[in-house]
């Protein structure tokens, strides 16, 4: 089947002039149910300064276009897409989660455009389906009893009772001026469909020799001890650094640490 690639929505961070002419830029690719606009302090303030830097929305995300298809075959589509729109030859590539997963099929797959590549708190291998109570929440909420996110928070306080979950998932809604209503801008019911795809393992026959950066969170058990071999297999430059206390969300637990050692990676 064809693939039918999507203009995704980004945001461009400009690094000084005197930086931006010798150095890749880099692109930014958030987790599941997350937005490029969960990059945007890191992005801003930490990454911008060394080289241009692109944040964007996957497809069924924050402002990217909605699609039936998701599978990584289509975000890595998309992401050659944008990587042409751009006239980018090549870049550095981080992703985080979900996008962690895009990042290392894009670098598989495109090894050539992928300058080297940072996987934040997410191994190779097939996962559980972890998010299905998210996902049962998300569903859940009805908007016609919603007069403002209050009401949405209250809903999914039933079932989630992590209040930092529900804040993060939160930042999903969209208001309507017009009409006074409220939704969820991602593509909840089509992720949700396709949600055994992502949950994969990552597999293509190839490899990607490029400098690679694996940063898990010290307490985090989305990658263990046990996932070295996958990584090693397929990415076989790899190292790992763990950022002590952090959880899943690595870059916004110990921002400091992850940023100081990302750069030192890319500059390295």
Known sequence: MTIQPVDLHFKRYDAPQSEASFRPPLVILHGLLG?????????????????????????????????????????????????DARGLSDAAVLGHSLGGKVAMHFAL??????????????APRAYPPR???????????????????SDVDAQLAETIS??????FLMKNLNYDSETGTYSWQPAVDVI??????????????RTYDGPTLFVRGGAS???????????????????????AGAGHWVHADGPDAFADIVLEFLDR
Do not use: C
Request: charged share 35%; glycine share 4%; no cysteine.
């Open 221 to 243: 058990d989305y990658v263990s001890s046990e996932d070295e071999a996958d990584v090693r297999r397929l990415f076989p430059r790899a190292e790992t650094e763990t950022i």
């Open 162 to 167: 992590s209040r930092p979950v529900r804040q």
């Open 109 to 122: 797959e495109h090894a050539d455009r992928v300058e080297r590549l940072v996987v934040v708190d997410i």
């Open 35 to 83: 937005s490029g606009g969960n990059w945007h302090t890191l992005a801003s303030k930490a990454f911008a300064g060394r080289a241009p830097v692109y944040v964007v929305d996957l497809r069924n995300h924050g402002r990217s276009p909605h699609d039936d298809r998701f599978d990584y075959p289509a975000m890595v589509a998309d992401l050659a897409h944008f990587f």
């Open 131 to 149: 998010h299905r109570p998210i996902f049962d929440a998300l569903r859940s909420v009805d908007f016609g009893r919603v007069e403002d996110r």
């Open 192 to 205: 949700f469909d396709n949600y055994d795809r992502i949950n994969e393992a990552v597999e293509n026959g």
